[in-house]
T-cell receptor, first 114, second 112 residues
Framework: GAGVSQTPSNKVTEKGKYVELRCDPI?????LYWYRQSLGQGPEFLIY????????DSGLPNDRFFAVRPEGSVSTLKIQRTERGDSAVYLC????????????FGPGTRLTVT | GDSVTQMEGPVTLSEEAFLTINCTYT??????LFWYVQYPGEGLQLLLK?????DKGSNKGFEATYRKETTSFHLEKGSVQVSDSAVYFC???????????FGKGNQVVVIP
């Protein structure tokens, strides 16, 4: 079946601009996660959704970052007033439910802020 | 907080050599432990996992044993192939917490 998909695959934006990154989880997966991976580092947790609600947003670095999942499926990560330090690969993952540890990852969106 | 430490630097080895990648962790409670692999141009994939002490996870010839006494989950493969060239990440998840905490990853390059 279809895996986790993310769009766009690459995004280049200017400092100060607003960007939206989209994630389509595996059909039927209720849990959705966003991570950020900087060059040479492992993924770092940003936010976790169970259904439509953000169950844990403690990894969001500041209030410029926001994510939604209005219908419990597709999620959008929104970054306001982008900074060069936001450049990274943004990964989305989904899992069948909140208690399973196996998360299925998408290919990521590479964000470059110039 | 929860954290994972992987050995420093890339690993380069010849085909059919023995591979070990070290992973140690710090966590409250009893975490589940994972190895993820990222092949060139692909997304992260779960390679293997172990959910309690002394469990051994295995897949594709790779193995890792959950060692509570040494807080380790080292990855091993007896005879690597060129196709094993990838970046390997150790990760943990503690009970009551849905996030994964990852190590920095190790680039493995297998030369023919």
């Amino acid at each position: 079946g279809a895996g986790v998909s993310q769009t766009p695959s690459n995004k280049v934006t200017e400092k100060g601009k607003y960007v939206e990154l989209r994630c389509d989880p595996i059909s039927g997966h209720t849990a959705l996660y966003w991570y950020r991976q900087s060059l040479g580092q492992g993924p770092e947790f940003l936010i976790y959704f169970q259904g439509t609600g953000a169950a844990d947003d403690s990894g969001l670095p500041n209030d410029r970052f926001f994510a939604v999942r209005p219908e419990g499926s597709v999620s959008t990560l929104k970054i306001q007033r982008t900074e060069r330090g936001d450049s990274a690969v943004y990964l989305c993952a989904s899992s069948p439910g909140p208690t399973t540890g196996e998360q299925y990852f998408g290919p990521g969106t590479r964000l470059t802020v110039t | 907080g929860d954290s994972v430490t992987q050995m420093e630097g890339p690993v380069t080895l010849s085909e059919e050599a023995f591979l070990t990648i070290n992973c140690t962790y710090t966590a409250t409670g009893y975490p589940s432990l994972f190895w993820y692999v990222q092949y060139p141009g692909e997304g992260l994939q779960l390679l293997l996992k172990a959910t309690k002490a002394d469990d051994k996870g295995s897949n594709k010839g790779f193995e890792a044993t959950y060692r509570k006494e040494t807080t380790s989950f080292h990855l091993e493969k007896g005879s690597v192939q060129v196709s094993d060239s990838a970046v390997y990440f150790c990760a943990l998840r503690t009970s009551g917490n849905n996030r994964l905490a990852f190590g920095k990853g190790n680039q493995v390059v297998v030369i023919p």
